[in-house]
């Protein structure tokens, strides 16, 4: 027998059983991630640091096609640097690491490890902005960021973190505000097109803006169990950051202005949403366009003659053209099955002597373990479209769950037993005062405020909370 | 006129003059980095950026081709961590950030960022490494490190740099001393075949070995003026760090043993080799292969008819292949040559309406300004061949200056002499002392060994410093 047959994967908690211990058994068991010795820092392992390589690579081309360049920036903000935008610093201080020796000497300033880079780009575009033919400034930047966490998890929340955070300036206000709804289009676009995530996008509240924007905006997809994941986020800082840093350009009409600035960015927890929204009892499940192994060929019943030559010849057929994997190991073909759900493979082939005969083989799709026979010739395009089917498939999917856990309140007896007794989002109406949004989330014990979505139902006149007349129709729901 | 036509490009300090200054000149006026208000940090630039990334995207190919996997350990190292390898932490702690807060409250441990990773790796190795069958490990990291420094310069020498650091772990000491070696020819195949940079490379002595390996090897390119850069290294740890860390996998004979390791790192400095191999006193120059723009269009009398849209076509013929931009803008013909130059574009093409009615162009190149009339049938291979003209030009040039500038000194007489009145390397006998490695540097304010080459001449039995039995032939000199 061969000698790892009597391995089988291992099993994970149901879902529906404990959703929380669903997630790190599959963050565990499909080895994306291993706990570190670090408090609140993860290790990211070669299958989770692969689907980020993908993000980075379909983000990246993103960004450059809209004419972005990549620029880095320093580790570490100088306490009085972080000091000059006053909503922003006591947004951000309470949750700085310090770096207060360097070598064997105390630092004269301690230094706070960057939570985000809005004040190191400032200064920076002081030095590089003089005139309007140095605007815009388009700039990006992939790196680590650290807030000082109390209770952490794998890619939802940890002290340490990886994203790309774009920060440009713009001559005009009308300009910057379009820059700040177009990057947030391009996330939409890339969680809906590229990780097959459907997701509500909005503007936040005053009270759960970015600390020192004017505006910002937010795409909030919906995690299988109805909690909302905060997804990416597009500010909007008018000149605030300028005036406090003293940025200015000399206009087309000759006088001194300051620029327009945004910000945003998208982070590894991009990730969290992929495991929260698509996987299943089994595992992961990958979207194809970001899967480490878009396909995995498994050969059955291999040791008849013919069967690995042939399972090899299509690995090279499709690998041209796709991410793909022929596992020819001794394990037990049940357990490679396992072990590719596990690990959210979004195709499987199956290949052996019968389907040769037949010049043939089956695709098996991850999400509804539907079982297609495709014939050997002309098989790389019968792949495409099956992953474009496991894509669809996936937001479809997704796109259900969404819709069946949103709800609508009209009073605030009805918000409150959907807050007890339903697990989603709740359309409600609200009066734009930031004491309904606390009551609100005391009364239910964490149900905050998501967005303000840019087409509002009118589903009364009056605030939920108070009744008191509505300004808007927000989106509310518990988060991660 | 055009209204950009006063501002002529800004002059550079001569190479000759002040190597220093020069340097100094280029990376600011080549807009490759910004000096940032964070003491010891840098500002990468897009321009200069987009080097770094086609760097990375080289070499990560090159590791990636080798079967390594990237992944990612946490910024920080708890002071317990890093004490457990003794040699290394006595060689890294001195040049520490320290971490000592997080948010409000002093830490219990504090948390160096990290210099370099080996502890975090072993950390994740124990958990990782059971059986023979879990080995080899091979990976890598893309990161930013932190080694505090007093006096930095950009690329060359900053508290924060970014690099990729690969660790790997390995069931026999012979395949990890080939990983060693492996990894080794890579960097030096990258400098030479991407760089066009050529370089010695060799073993470190012990006196200059990274802390805590059992062998350092090296690659030690040669800048303009004679000084070393090292360019690269690759370590072999043996099983020190495993015994250190208790990391043991079950053999193939059913026993404990403990894993052999290498490492070994390739940082921005990179970029510093770059602009001191190749520059001149025009600015910088670039290798085709890393260069953000590796060919520019300059129009001729664009005023012209028919002279624009032709080099737009140009431009578009080109782009399917190669990076190229096309200078439409209103500044003068001379201050777009001067601008690229500066900028260190390997290639430019000029076309003017003399050169349409002929149907050519003018191909210059960056390094020796020589001009080529070539046909508009089939640009793109005339453009190929000029753009491997150019790196093998610079790959020439850099060697003859290698060569020209590497000594031979037989008595310490002679090694003094050169040391005092040439820049470049020297070839002496060495006992294997230490002692007489520290006199040499301090009798010459600074030079020390490079490295013992894989291919020693014998310049004579004795060593040039105490005059006992050598043992090996060291390359020495001084070093940034």
């Not at 952490?152 to 206000?173: A, D, I, V, Y």
């Not at 605030?240 to 620029?259: E, S």
Request: charged share 25%; glycine share 6%; net charge negative.
């Amino acid at each position: 027998m061969a000698k790892n047959n009597a391995k089988m994967v291992e099993q994970i908690t149901s879902m529906d059983v404990d959703f929380a211990q669903w997630y790190t058994d599959v963050v565990k068991k499909a080895e994306l991630v291993d706990y570190s010795g670090v408090k609140g820092c993860m290790i990211i392992r070669p299958y989770g640091y692969a689907i980020w390589e993908n993000i980075q690579k379909d983000l990246d081309a993103r960004f450059k096609e809209l004419g972005h360049e990549n620029v880095y920036m320093p580790l570490f903000i100088p306490e009085s640097l972080l000091q000059k935008e006053k909503d922003h610093v006591a947004g951000f201080a309470p949750e700085c690491a310090w770096v207060t020796m360097g070598g064997e000497n105390q630092l004269t300033e301690r230094l706070c490890v960057r939570p985000t880079s809005e004040t190191l780009f400032c200064e920076h575009f002081r030095n590089v902005i003089q005139s309007y033919r140095d605007l815009p400034k388009l700039y990006n930047q992939w790196c680590n960021v650290v807030r000082w966490e109390k209770t952490t998890r794998p890619f939802l929340r940890t002290s340490e973190f990886l994203w790309q955070e774009g920060h440009t300036m713009h001559e005009t206000e009308e300009e910057a505000r379009q820059e700040t709804l177009r990057m947030l289009e391009v996330y939409r676009s890339f969680y809906a097109d590229t990780l097959a995530i459907p997701a509500y996008t909005g503007r936040k509240t005053e009270k759960e803006k970015f600390a020192g924007a004017e505006e910002t905006y937010t795409i909030e997809p919906m995690m299988h169990n109805g909690v909302a994941l905060q997804g990416g986020t597009s500010h909007y800082f008018g000149n605030g950051f300028a005036k406090a840093f003293d940025i200015t350009f000399t206009g087309r009409d000759n006088t001194q202005r300051y620029p327009y600035q945004t910000s945003w960015g998208l982070s590894t927890r991009s990730i969290g949403a992929i495991i929260m929204t698509h996987g299943d009892d089994n595992g992961l499940i990958l979207p194809p366009r970001i899967a480490p192994i878009q396909l995995v060929i498994i050969p059955v019943a291999q040791h008849k003659e013919g069967v690995l030559e042939k399972a090899e010849e299509l690995r090279r057929v499709l690998a041209g053209r796709f991410r793909v994997r022929l596992d020819d190991s001794d394990n037990s073909t049940g357990w490679k099955f396992s072990q590719y759900e596990m690990k959210g493979v979004p195709l499987r082939l199956e290949l052996g002597p019968r389907d040769m005969e037949n010049n043939s083989c089956v695709l098996v799709s991850r999400v509804t373990r539907e079982k297609t026979v495709v014939s050997l010739d002309n098989l790389p395009d019968a792949v495409e479209q099956a992953l474009q089917k496991v894509h669809d498939e996936l937001y479809q999917r997704a796109l259900e769950n969404r819709d069946r856990r949103t709800y609508e309140a009209r009073s605030l007896d009805e918000f409150l037993d959907l807050a007890a007794n339903q697990s989603g989002y709740i359309k409600a109406m609200w009066c734009g005062d930031a004491a309904c949004e606390e009551q609100l989330k005391d009364q239910t014990g964490g149900v905050k405020s998501r967005c303000i979505p840019f087409v509002e139902d009118h589903l009364s006149d009056v605030c939920v909370c108070c009744g008191k007349p509505a300004k808007h129709m927000v989106i509310w729901g518990r988060q991660y």
